[in-house]
């Protein structure tokens, strides 16, 4: 496989409007990760994918799109973002974009467009139908946000699809002016100097020949969008066109929001002259996710955690780069979700960061991972933003859960718990903004924030900065980037190892997920390159002594 730029890289991931706030409006914005450039330099980071700041209504946060050439101006203009990106360009770092163009804003003038005149060129850049001679809807689709999957095209009499939210309606890329349209907007930001691009919601860009209904899976008779997903061939045409009109031009990074890809299509999505340069693993974010809604999703445990890891790392080998995550702006806080509660402290938050960072794939850091930055205790529904969490709080009540329940079943998956504003120190809100924060604190920030982690030596920024020193050292970057991933021991429950090997060179990592200590036979003797306790392990020989969570990386 060619090595190129980003192999070796760590990726960083910001949610704009939670991240600082430079001029006391409540809002994250752009000066504030201008501001903030060094510290990320500091930790280590080299790529930043900005979630959207694009001019939008927020009906999804910004994933709805109003105008792809512009900035929202409660995150800044256009000049700051150029500054960003020259600024990140002396430090060595690449700005990524998030590319939403799955679905734009019903405010986007294509879609005011198509309302004024539903036959004319724009009514072709969305999907666009009558209702069934019987008044029904088209198809019985739910869209993921609930509710079905058509909408009255105001002043019509059709109906326009969204799969997402009312206010996102789908883009038909059947439609090579829609796809042009696309690859023009890609090719203008990367002529600006971007890094490249996080590939929004792209699954959904291709639709089934036919558009039928689907056997009801819940009460309100939809049915849901994934079904119709799966019947929808020939994806790989606009994938192969748009990275060859567009990210292949100008060596740009990409990576996929790719889910329920087939295993056959791997080497297409990210193989040599992949669609992509690489996507997410969600593997472990999907585990335990339940057809009926959050409040029936069961917990990931380490050993279906592991279990889960492996699959993933399995599936790709060496066929391409994963990208590798514990949480992002749609997840709960992974520490909390992978750590029992009872357990959550820096020890545990480290075994997991070095669990996942070490795995074949480009690490991405999502902001307040690096300090710890755990699930809120949503004190009540009134405290949730989010569409989705509003949506699956109707979802619990209606299945029969009380309101107390239903409150503590959303809060535990609640993309709000990632959306929380960045904690950066023990004062005013947290050091997030001088004014009203948008979205409330977590109110934990009194013990956790970037003040007290970079004071502190062993605190868990100072050991992701490790992490990512390891990563990058000449004398094992090569192993650690381009090494084959094998499992080891994969039975042993509560035990998480494996072997990343290269030329010769074999790094094993283990982390024990168990309060107890842990014996295991290794495969030969180690020299311990990193440690996540105070305590050194037990090594003697081939036997290694685990404490309680410790996580080592040993040369073998
Ligand atoms: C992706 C985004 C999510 C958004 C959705 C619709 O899944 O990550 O935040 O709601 O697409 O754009
Ligand atoms: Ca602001």
């Given at each position: 496989?060619?090595?190129k730029w980003w192999?070796?890289k760590?990726a960083?991931?910001?949610?704009?409007?939670?991240?600082?706030?430079?001029?006391?409006?409540?809002?994250?914005?752009?000066?504030?990760?201008?501001?903030?450039?060094?510290?990320?330099?500091?930790?280590?980071?080299?790529i930043?994918?900005?979630?959207?700041?694009?001019?939008?209504?927020?009906?999804?946060?910004?994933?709805?799109?109003?105008?792809?050439?512009?900035?929202?101006?409660?995150?800044?203009?256009?000049?700051?973002?150029?500054?960003?990106?020259?600024?990140?360009?002396?430090?060595?770092?690449y700005?990524l974009?998030?590319?939403?163009?799955?679905?734009?804003?019903?405010?986007?003038?294509?879609?005011?467009?198509?309302?004024?005149?539903?036959?004319?060129?724009?009514?072709?850049?969305?999907?666009?139908?009558?209702?069934?001679?019987?008044?029904?809807?088209?198809?019985?689709?739910?869209?993921?946000?609930?509710?079905?999957?058509?909408?009255?095209?105001?002043?019509?009499?059709?109906?326009?699809?969204?799969?997402?939210?009312?206010?996102?309606?789908?883009?038909?890329?059947?439609?090579?002016?829609?796809?042009?349209?696309?690859?023009?907007?890609?090719?203008?930001?990367?002529?600006?100097?971007?890094g490249g691009f996080?590939?929004?919601?792209?699954?959904?860009?291709?639709?089934?020949?036919?558009?039928?209904?689907?056997?009801?899976?819940?009460?309100?008779?939809?049915?849901?969008?994934?079904?119709?997903?799966?019947?929808?061939?020939?994806?790989?045409?606009?994938?192969?066109?748009?990275?060859?009109?567009?990210f292949?031009?100008?060596d740009a990074f990409s990576v996929?929001?790719?889910?329920?890809?087939?295993?056959?299509?791997?080497?297409?999505?990210?193989?040599?002259?992949?669609?992509?340069s690489s996507?997410?693993?969600?593997?472990?974010?999907?585990?335990?996710?339940?057809?009926?809604?959050?409040?029936?999703?069961?917990?990931?445990?380490?050993?279906?955690?592991?279990?889960?890891?492996?699959?993933?790392?399995?599936?790709?080998?060496?066929?391409?780069?994963?990208?590798?995550?514990?949480?992002?702006?749609?997840?709960?806080?992974?520490?909390?979700?992978?750590?029992?509660?009872?357990?959550?402290?820096?020890?545990?938050?480290?075994?997991?960061?070095?669990?996942?960072?070490?795995?074949?794939?480009?690490?991405?850091?999502?902001?307040?991972?690096?300090?710890?930055?755990?699930?809120?205790?949503?004190?009540?529904?009134?405290?949730?933003?989010?569409?989705?969490?509003?949506?699956?709080?109707?979802?619990?009540?209606?299945?029969?859960?009380?309101?107390?329940?239903?409150?503590?079943?959303?809060?535990?998956?609640?993309?709000?718990?990632?959306?929380?504003?960045?904690?950066?120190?023990?004062?005013?809100?947290?050091?997030?903004?001088?004014?009203?924060?948008?979205?409330?604190?977590?109110?934990?920030?009194?013990?956790?924030?970037?003040?007290?982690?970079?004071?502190?030596?062993?605190?868990?920024?100072?050991?992701?900065?490790?992490?990512?020193?390891?990563?990058?050292?000449?004398?094992?970057?090569?192993?650690?980037?381009?090494?084959?991933?094998?499992?080891?021991?994969?039975?042993?429950?509560?035990?998480?190892?494996?072997?990343?090997?290269?030329?010769?060179?074999?790094?094993?990592?283990?982390?024990?997920?168990?309060?107890?200590?842990?014996?295991?036979?290794?495969?030969?003797?180690?020299?311990?390159?990193?440690?996540?306790?105070?305590?050194?392990?037990?090594?003697?020989?081939?036997?290694?002594?685990?404490?309680?969570?410790?996580?080592?990386?040993?040369?073998?």
């Open positions: 496989m060619d090595k192999h070796d760590i960083y991931q910001i949610y704009p409007k939670s991240f600082y706030d430079s001029n006391g409006d409540g809002i994250g914005d752009v000066r504030g990760i201008i501001q903030k450039l060094d510290y990320l330099k500091d930790l280590g980071v080299d930043l994918w900005l979630s959207p700041i694009y001019k939008s209504p927020f009906a999804d946060e910004g994933y709805d799109i109003a105008d792809y050439y512009d900035i929202d101006p409660r995150f800044g203009t256009m000049a700051d973002v150029e500054e960003l990106i020259a600024e990140a360009k002396k430090r060595d770092m700005i974009m998030d590319l939403v163009v799955n679905h734009c804003s019903d405010e986007h003038e294509w879609f005011k467009k198509a309302c004024a005149d539903p036959e004319g060129k724009y009514g072709k850049f969305f999907y666009l139908r009558d209702r069934n001679p019987d008044g029904t809807l088209p198809t019985n689709w739910r869209s993921y946000f609930g509710g079905p999957c058509w909408e009255e095209l105001p002043g019509t009499d059709k109906l326009y699809l969204h799969v997402f939210h009312k206010k996102q309606p789908d883009l038909n890329w059947e439609n090579p002016e829609v796809r042009s349209e696309v690859y023009k907007n890609i090719n203008w930001w990367l002529e600006k100097g971007l996080r590939v929004d919601a792209i699954i959904n860009i291709k639709k089934p020949e036919t558009f039928a209904d689907y056997p009801a899976d819940r009460e309100d008779g939809l049915s849901n969008v994934r079904h119709m997903l799966e019947d929808a061939r020939g994806i790989g045409k606009f994938l192969g066109e748009m990275q060859k009109e567009t292949s031009r100008y996929g929001e790719v889910f329920n890809e087939r295993k056959e299509e791997i080497p297409n999505y990210i193989g040599e002259n992949g669609y992509f996507m997410f693993d969600f593997a472990e974010t999907v585990c335990g996710a339940s057809e009926k809604g959050w409040y029936d999703n069961k917990p990931c445990l380490p050993d279906d955690y592991k279990r889960c890891v492996f699959e993933a790392q399995k599936r790709v080998g060496t066929m391409g780069f994963l990208s590798n995550i514990i949480e992002n702006h749609d997840e709960p806080r992974g520490v909390s979700r992978y750590i029992p509660a009872e357990d959550l402290c820096p020890a545990t938050k480290k075994l997991l960061a070095t669990m996942y960072f070490l795995l074949r794939g480009i690490p991405f850091i999502f902001q307040g991972q690096e300090l710890g930055m755990e699930n809120r205790n949503f004190p009540s529904t009134a405290e949730f933003d989010d569409v989705s969490s509003i949506d699956e709080y109707q979802v619990a009540l209606a299945a029969g859960l009380s309101g107390e329940e239903a409150l503590r079943a959303v809060s535990a998956y609640s993309r709000d718990n990632a959306r929380t504003p960045v904690q950066w120190t023990a004062g005013k809100n947290a050091g997030f903004t001088e004014g009203t924060p948008w979205l409330n604190l977590n109110e934990n920030y009194v013990r956790i924030n970037a003040e007290d982690n970079l004071a502190d030596p062993d605190s868990l920024y100072h050991y992701y900065q490790k992490l990512i020193k390891l990563r990058k050292d000449p004398a094992y970057k090569d192993t650690l980037v381009y090494g084959t991933l094998t499992p080891y021991l994969p039975e042993e429950k509560n035990l998480m190892a494996y072997i990343r090997e290269e030329g010769g060179q074999r790094i094993l990592v283990a982390g024990n997920f168990d309060r107890n200590p842990k014996t295991v036979t290794i495969p030969s003797e180690g020299r311990l390159l990193l440690n996540n306790l105070e305590e050194a392990p037990e090594m003697c020989g081939e036997t290694l002594r685990l404490a309680g969570y410790q996580a080592v990386v040993l040369e073998l």
